[in-house]
T-cell receptor, first 113, second 113 residues
Framework: GENVEQHPSTLSVQEGDSAVIKCTYS??????FPWYKQELGKRPQLIIDIRSNVGEKKDQRIAVTLNKTAKHFSLHITETQPEDSAVYFCAASISGTASKLTFGTGTRLQVTL | NAGVTQTPKFQVLKTGQSMTLQCAQD?????MSWYRQDPGMGLRLIHY???????DQGEVPNGYNVSRSTTEDFPLRLLSAAPSQTSVYFCASRRVAGQETQYFGPGTRLLVL
């Protein structure tokens, strides 16, 4: 089955700096890659996703890049703010009726003042 | 819309007891799933369903049963709770076709003594 590895497990940045979280996947057939943000005690919420037919997607301060050849994808957060502090999860799946998301182990991002 | 709801929010069980975690969604989503979240291990899929009357196993199904008699509800049953089942459980739902955004419920925190 699919295996998703995520690094780093913790990341501390100063407010205003950029943060990058990286994930690799094992199944070359995977074609859907969402990123979820989970604040303490809350549910995971989708912040951005990308499909394998594009290499990059942006949404304001958040961007995701995908390298299909190397089977890795990354989340980039620019101009970080204290409210960006949370745990971020990457995931991968093969699109379809019964597709199953496989999650990475998460990155705890701390944005310090 | 209430989205995805879960009950209870928190439960303490003794080893060997049984219980049912409830999950409901009002978005008419065909696909529903259960995950458990443990520290450092991300979200792992327990069981999923692509429609009423159809269920299948995920990554960690042992010790759990599910059924799907209606589109709206997807209960998770622990027949004989074990301390290893201490975790936070999330239910999620999404449409089968088109956009694959998965919506999570608020979670149930389970402690098995």
């Amino acid at each position: 089955g699919e295996n998703v590895e995520q690094h780093p497990s913790t990341l501390s940045v100063q407010e205003g700096d950029s943060a990058v979280i990286k994930c690799t996947y094992s199944d070359s057939a995977s074609n859907y890659f969402p990123w979820y943000k989970q604040e303490l005690g809350k549910r995971p919420q989708l912040i951005i996703d990308i499909r394998s037919n594009v290499g990059e997607k942006k949404d304001q301060r958040i961007a995701v890049t995908l390298n299909k050849t190397a089977k890795h994808f990354s989340l980039h957060i620019t101009e970080t703010q204290p409210e960006d502090s949370a745990v971020y999860f990457c995931a991968a799946s093969i699109s379809g009726t019964a597709s199953k998301l496989t999650f990475g182990t998460g990155t705890r991002l701390q944005v310090t003042l | 819309n209430a989205g995805v709801t879960q009950t209870p929010k928190f439960q303490v069980l003794k080893t060997g007891q049984s219980m049912t975690l409830q999950c409901a969604q009002d978005m008419n989503h065909e696909y529903m799933s259960w995950y458990r979240q443990d520290p450092g291990m991300g979200l792992r899929l327990i069981h999923y369903s692509v429609g009423a009357g159809i269920t299948d196993q995920g990554e960690v199904p042992n010790g759990y049963n599910v059924s799907r008699s209606t589109t709206e509800d997807f209960p998770l049953r622990l027949l004989s709770a074990a301390p290893s089942q201490t975790s936070v459980y999330f239910c999620a739902s999404r449409r089968v076709a088109g956009q694959e955004t998965q919506y999570f419920g608020p979670g149930t925190r389970l402690l098995v003594l």
